[in-house]
């Protein structure tokens, strides 16, 4: 199928800005975050969106509220439990620092291997590939050519890499702020990847930097 994905990560919430674990524990966009999700939805205005799917958690139901100024569609998204962030486990509603300080040898493991390690009760990303490819399963059986994908920056860093074939390095280098979006071009067997930051781009491939920050 020919299809351009548009992956739009929710806007920042505080515990984004104090660097503190989120996972699938909720939090609300602060004043930044839903200026973020306003410049995203004016954007996103301007592209002939067909279909939209939806992490069901509360800073992406929020996002899409204000993205559906713009796009009606946003208001009535499709919601799935897949598209829900990494579970962080244990280590949910700590400061990444205090992590480190409390759980230091929990926090070396994670340092060694991010892709392949788990934190006590938590998820790490071969788990988010096994909810990818079921998501993209599915997704395949609606005819939509343009559509969007209102998520979180663990599971759109998988579900990028399960589109376009990265390795585990290149999926770790992705830092997708929140104002940033990520787009997917699949036509005629090739996939490119550009994205776009507050609505100025393209800008070619990934969004890189610092490596295990969500």
């Given at each position: 199928m020919?299809r351009?994905?548009?992956?739009?990560?929710?806007?920042?919430?505080?515990w984004n800005?104090?660097?503190?674990?989120?996972?699938?524990?909720?939090?609300?966009?602060?004043?930044?975050?839903?200026?973020?999700a306003d410049?995203?939805?004016?954007?996103?205005a301007?592209?002939?969106?067909?279909?939209i799917?939806a992490?069901?958690?509360?800073?992406?139901?929020?996002t899409?509220?204000?993205?559906?100024?713009?796009?009606?569609?946003a208001?009535?998204p499709?919601?799935?439990?897949r598209l829900?962030?990494?579970s962080?486990?244990?280590?949910?509603?700590?400061l990444?620092?205090?992590?480190a300080?409390?759980?230091?040898?929990e926090?070396?493991?994670?340092?060694?291997?991010?892709?392949?390690y788990?934190p006590?009760?938590?998820?790490?990303?071969?788990d988010l590939?096994v909810?990818?490819?079921?998501?993209?399963?599915?997704?395949?059986?609606?005819?939509?050519?343009?559509v969007?994908v209102?998520?979180?920056?663990?599971?759109?860093r998988v579900?990028?890499?399960r589109l376009a074939?990265?390795?585990q390095?290149d999926v770790?280098?992705v830092?997708?702020?929140?104002d940033?979006?990520?787009?997917?071009?699949?036509s005629?067997g090739?996939?490119?990847?550009d994205?776009?930051?507050?609505?100025?781009?393209?800008?070619?491939?990934?969004?890189?930097?610092?490596q295990?920050?969500?």
């Amino acid at each position: 199928m020919n299809r351009t994905w548009y992956f739009v990560r929710h806007g920042e919430t505080d515990w984004n800005a104090e660097k503190r674990m989120q996972g699938q524990w909720e939090s609300n966009l602060n004043e930044n975050g839903k200026g973020h999700a306003d410049v995203n939805g004016s954007w996103l205005a301007t592209l002939p969106i067909e279909h939209i799917w939806a992490s069901p958690q509360v800073r992406v139901r929020q996002t899409a509220e204000i993205i559906s100024k713009h796009v009606p569609l946003a208001a009535n998204p499709n919601f799935d439990d897949r598209l829900k962030e990494w579970s962080s486990g244990d280590w949910s509603g700590m400061l990444y620092a205090d992590i480190a300080k409390e759980r230091p040898d929990e926090w070396a493991k994670w340092v060694e291997d991010r892709y392949n390690y788990r934190p006590p009760n938590g998820e790490n990303f071969v788990d988010l590939e096994v909810r990818a490819d079921s998501f993209f399963e599915d997704a395949s059986k609606v005819t939509a050519e343009t559509v969007a994908v209102l998520a979180h920056g663990f599971i759109i860093r998988v579900m990028v890499s399960r589109l376009a074939g990265l390795s585990q390095a290149d999926v770790l280098a992705v830092k997708q702020t929140n104002d940033t979006v990520i787009r997917v071009r699949q036509s005629g067997g090739e996939t490119v990847i550009d994205h776009f930051v507050g609505g100025i781009g393209p800008k070619a491939g990934l969004p890189l930097g610092e490596q295990g920050v969500a």
